[in-house]
């Protein structure tokens, strides 16, 4: 069967002579292709090399997973004219994160994470995968309170888990449909929250409950009560030393709770952050955040709790709270955001603030929980973006795209 790819020399927005890009579609249909998270606090799909790019296949995208559907783990292989094969199976994804694909950052050339959950019992548990080997190397599962990885530290050695079976009841875009969920009737139960696993050991503690976020918060937050909590996007930040995610509660309502959080490593000081700084931050250098505050997208200093810098103008970055990822080596800032059914990326360039925007890609017309979000992702030279896209193809499947910069 012969492969088709699509190269493409298109038109971009750019303040820069030397900035511009090449798109290059990678996977091709008739199943749909996509990594399904935001190349945020080192979430990079290439292994340690670069030859492989890790994704997932699935063979629909008009609906939510239904309970056990499995979805293909697959390695696109770059040094073979992106030949794509079949490695592992998942029951644990969605079209929004994917399955939380993660290489492991002591062992990046062949072991990367993902989540799965148990065929019979519906638990949901974090599996670590070595490409070498051809086998799961470990399952972190735990019966009691089954979740899943919800973050790598950057430097390795530790993930946090969140229960993703909780969120498919109160925000199904993040969780998995029919999981086994032991917080059934509990608004704020003081077993469930952040989880922190040791990958060596596989010793596992709870970071801090739901129970004490919410005794925590309620002083300044009142609105914490009443309300169902759980948790979104755990990041640790470059150093591994603090963690920051969101307490939400009745998050598609009026008046919901969406609380910024961070502590420590440890799980000690806790504390809020002061300016909601968007829905998508990421970790720069240090304990300093971007974010997006008042139509800007910002530099945010997390122990000061106040924006200390800002990347490029409203003109440059039209939507400051799209998906955000800073590259490995922090001198290039991305920023994905939708506009009229499309999805743009704004590419920039921090030593001198030449900027480039990126061609449309379609968003397919898909929404609410199905929605194709920009989500872009670096690889580890600074040098490509993999991002999604629907293709020019007669069932407008869900496809992979490489953006290269050219400067």
């Not at 820069?16 to 199943?31: E, F, H, K, N």
């Not at 931050?281 to 200093?301: C, L, N």
Request: one cysteine or more.
């Amino acid at each position: 069967m012969s492969r088709l790819h699509f190269l493409f020399f298109l038109p971009a927005l750019a303040w820069g002579a030397d900035l511009g890009v090449t798109v290059r579609q990678i996977t091709q249909g008739p199943l749909h292709h996509f990594f399904g998270y935001i190349g945020h606090v080192g979430t990079i799909p290439w292994n340690a090399s670069g030859r492989y790019v890790v994704a997932l296949q699935t063979r629909h995208q008009d609906r939510m997973p239904k309970p056990g559907e499995a979805a293909d783990i697959v390695l696109i292989d770059t040094q073979k004219d992106h030949a794509l094969s079949v490695v592992e199976q998942t029951r644990a994804w969605n079209p929004q994160q994917g399955t939380m694909l993660y290489w492991n950052p002591q062992a990046a050339e062949t072991q990367f994470f993902f989540n799965d959950r148990d065929p019979v019992t519906h638990e949901v548990f974090c599996v670590l995968y070595d490409i070498a080997q051809k086998r799961r190397v470990t399952e972190f599962r735990h019966a009691d309170t089954p979740f899943g990885n919800s973050g790598v530290a950057q430097k390795g050695g530790w993930f946090l888990g969140i229960n993703y079976a909780r969120l498919a009841r109160l925000r199904p875009v993040t969780g998995h449909p029919g999981a086994r969920d032991w917080t059934v009737g509990m608004q704020q139960p003081d077993n469930d929250g952040i989880f922190k696993v040791n990958v060596a050991t596989q010793e596992t503690r709870l970071l801090v409950s739901l129970k004490q976020l919410a005794d925590a918060l309620r002083a300044t937050h009142p609105e914490v009560d009443g309300k169902d909590l759980f948790i979104n996007h755990t990041l640790w930040n470059r150093d591994d030393d603090r963690i920051y995610f969101f307490v939400r509660g009745d998050f598609d309502k009026k008046d919901r709770c969406n609380v910024p959080c961070i502590m420590n490593a440890d799980g000690s000081g806790l504390r809020v952050l002061k300016h909601f700084i968007g829905g998508h931050p990421e970790w720069e250098s240090g304990h300093r955040m971007i974010g997006a505050v008042d139509g800007k997208q910002v530099i945010y200093d997390t122990n000061a709790m106040q924006i200390v810098d800002t990347l490029g103008s409203s003109e440059i970055i039209p939507s400051p709270g799209g998906d955000v990822a800073l590259s490995p080596d922090g001198r290039w800032f991305v920023n994905g955001h939708g506009e009229k059914g499309m999805n743009y990326y704004t590419i920039l360039r921090r030593a001198d603030r030449a900027w480039v925007r990126t061609p449309a890609f379609s968003q397919g017309g898909y929404s609410g929980d199905l929605r194709l979000d920009p989500g872009p992702l670096w690889n580890r030279d600074s040098t490509q973006l993999l991002v999604p896209g629907i293709a020019d193809d007669a069932a407008h499947t869900r496809q992979l795209f490489i953006i290269t910069v050219n400067r």
